[in-house]
C-alpha cells in the first residue's frame, strides 16, 4: 500500500487501518517500523525473510520522501520479488524523492490512499461532516461552521473534538451544542468580534473584546482573524456573482463562508472595505510588537472597521 500526502493525521489513520483490517485474519501479525534515519542497506530484506514462527508481516516504510538511496533501492528490489505473507505499507508526503519508487508501486497496483493537507475553511468544513458522517451522526451546517471557527487551527484538535461531541452528545448536533462545548476557545472568541465588527456592532464588538481581554486572551489571534474576516469580504466581493457553491469551490472557502461574507458586504464599499483592512494590517505589526499597547491597537482597529462599515 502507498500512502501519499502531507496530512500526517490522515496518513496514520490510513496505516491503522490496515493493520486492523490485516489482524482480523492474523491476529499475530507482526508489525515492523523502518524509519529512514539511520537506515542501512540490505535491512528491509532482513526484515521480509520469513520469521522463525511463520507469522505475517507488515513492513511500514515511513519517510520515502527523506528516503536515502540506499533504502530506495531496497524497497525497488523488494518490489521485484515481494514475499507473499509480507505487506508493505509506504509512506510518502511530498517531493520528488522517491519518485521511482512510487512510479513502480504504482504500476504494481499497489492500493495507493491519498493524504491530501487540509489547511482551507472549506476542507476542515468536508473533514467536519466526514467525521460525523463516519460516526452515523448528523451535525447541522452552522455547528460545522461553528466547530470550524472554534478549533479549526488544528487538525487534530479539530478531529478529536468531533470525536467528543459524538460520544458525549445524542441526537442532531447542532450550534448551541458546539457552543456549549467550544464556544469558550480563543479562535472562536476571536470570531464573534469580528462578526460584530465588520456588521457594524459596536457596542457588541466592543464588549466581547472586553470580555476577552479581561480573561486573558491574546490580542494577536483576535487581529488575525478580523483581518482573514475582512479579506474573505473583500475575495467575496470582487467575485461577482454566482452560485455560492461555485464561488467557493473557486475562492477555496466553504459555501456557508461565501453567504456569510455576501450578507456583511450589504454595508460596505470597496474603498471603506480597503480603509478597514489597512487600518488591521497596522494593527497587526503592532500587537506583533511594533506598539506600545496591544490592547489599545486591537480596539483602535476594532472601531475603524465599525466606523468603515457605517461610512459604507
Known sequence: MLVTGP??????????QVLADLRVASPE?????????????????MHASPSLFGE???????????ASDALQQDVLAYLEQPAEDVTLVV????GNRGKKVLDTMKKSRARVVECPAIKSDRDKADFVTGEFRRARRKIAPDAVQALVEAVGKDLRELASACTQLVDDTTGVVDHDVVDRYHGGKVEATGFRVADAAVTGEAGEALRLLRHAVAVGVDPVPIVAVLAGQLRQLAKV???????SADLARDLGMAPWQVDKARRALRG???PALGRAIQAVAAADEEVKGGGRDPVYAVEHAVLTVVREHESG
Not at 501479525?29 to 530484506?45: D, F, Q
Not at 505475517?56 to 527523506?66: A, Q, T
Not at 466581493?237 to 454566482?242: D, E, M, S
Open 7 to 16: 496530512e500526517e493525521l490522515l496518513a496514520e489513520r490510513a496505516v491503522d
Open 29 to 45: 501479525i507482526e508489525l515492523v517500523a523502518v524509519e529512514t534515519a539511520g537506515y542501512e542497506a540490505g535491512a528491509l530484506a
Open 56 to 66: 505475517d508481516k507488515v513492513i511500514v516504510v515511513r519517510g520515502l520522501h527523506e
Open 91 to 94: 509512506l510518502h508526503s511530498s
Open 237 to 243: 466581493g470582487g467575485a461577482g456573482r454566482g452560485r
Open 268 to 270: 460596505w464599499s470597496g
